[in-house]
């Protein structure tokens, strides 16, 4: 028995990343409302308390599913590391619906960049457990980014202003 669910937020008709979630897996794929609304309305539909958050675009083996599934435990954030603040990213996020319940779940203003960011500030201002992935497990398909600069800047300072503890490592992108 498999007690993890799976959330993909997704607007796209086909999502790639069905081909690698084992099909007996609990799978939410949402495609209504921004990417952090998804999230939660996903977590909130799961059949199972350990929840594994996918991009719609990648692909990987059964055997790192698996691993990363058995990794979720209350009090940690397992996933792929971010490209900025050496948290975690969206693409694969790993934890258990207690901690999303106790944080309020991804923050819905910040729409549909740097919830993951946020989630994963959560985490550590609580002192909990961070664990990263081997990146070389997944595959992603390559695809243009949305986020403007304009995008990233009000969201960074509203993520500094809403830590302050962390705001000179957000503002500098160096949080871990």
Known sequence: MIDSSVVIPSIKKDVLTLESVPEEVDTQVIREGTLNEA???GVKNAEHD???ILDDDITFSESFFYSITGQIERGTLV???DWDYGL????VMGFHRADWKEFGGFDEYLKSHMGDTEFALK???RGDGIKHIDVDEIEHAQHNRSVTTWDRTWRTAYLAGKYPQSALKILT???S
Do not use: D, M
């Open 39 to 41: 999230r939660n309305l």
């Open 50 to 52: 350990q929840i594994l």
């Open 79 to 81: 996933g792929h590391p």
């Open 88 to 91: 975690v990213a969206g693409r």
């Open 123 to 125: 985490f550590v201002h």
């Open 173 to 175: 992108r160096t949080v």
